[in-house]
């Protein structure tokens, strides 16, 4: 079981899921129709393109899983340590993410794939961020991970085994802002296409100057 969260990791887990959503039905309604914040899609196209010698699609696809994995490495880079602990460089982290979401706007507008590489690297950066906390690995651009846990929470019900309620509630959490995010991102782009990421733009700069100021009025938190 996983150790108990404090209360403000709900919400923040539950915004970053959410903008996580967002930026991946953009994606998907988006002229390339793709997903962008995750890889099991795209390393599936990956495959097929090189099935098919689509030297144009594997450079594509390639690019996309290089990106998010380059969000990775920067974040790993700046922060240096795959568990989540108050006190480390988030947000620059946040900064990166929100700098790179902002850049995927006139791209994508101009029908540039460069759009979504900014994209996927600035997902790349976010799912790292948080990688791991107290025994609980959280991912916010997937819920293939939270669906799991979900289903294993069901059968240890019906068993009448017992339940790890904070990794239950964390899944449910991490769903329901990226479901969220999906309904939200959707409704943006028709109304306003690729500007609909100046939403998540501007959360992730909003989290990086808020966890500045705590960080300043808590020095000594860990």
């Not at 150790?3 to 990791?9: F, I, K």
């Not at 929470?153 to 959490?173: I, M, Q, Y």
Request: one cysteine or more; charged letters at 10%; aromatic letters at 10%.
């Amino acid at each position: 079981m996983i150790a108990r969260l404090p209360r403000w990791v709900w919400p923040a887990t539950w915004v970053l899921a959410f903008m996580a959503g967002i930026i991946n039905v953009v994606g998907f309604l988006g002229f390339e129709h793709q997903g962008i914040t995750h890889l099991t899609g795209t390393t599936s196209m990956l495959g097929a393109a090189i099935a098919d010698a689509n030297m144009s699609g594997v450079l594509h696809f390639a690019l996309l899983i290089v990106a998010f994995v380059l969000g990775c490495a920067i974040s790993g880079f700046v922060i240096q340590d795959s568990k989540f602990q108050l006190g480390r460089r988030y947000g620059v982290a946040l900064l990166f993410t929100s700098s790179l979401l902002f850049l995927s706007v006139p791209l994508l507008s101009r029908g540039s794939a460069w759009g979504m590489y900014s994209a996927a690297c600035a997902a790349g950066i976010q799912n790292a961020m948080v990688s791991a906390f107290s025994g609980a690995v959280v991912r916010t651009t997937h819920v293939s991970g939270m669906l799991t846990d979900l289903g294993i929470s069901l059968g240890h019900v019906l068993r009448r085994l017992p339940l790890d309620t904070p990794r239950l509630r964390l899944s449910l959490t991490v769903i329901t802002g990226f479901l969220c995010g999906g309904i939200a991102g959707a409704l943006l782009f028709r109304a306003v296409r690729y500007e609909a990421l100046l939403v998540p733009a501007s959360l992730s700069a909003l989290a990086a100057v808020s966890y500045v100021v705590f960080r300043l009025r808590h020095p000594r938190q860990h």
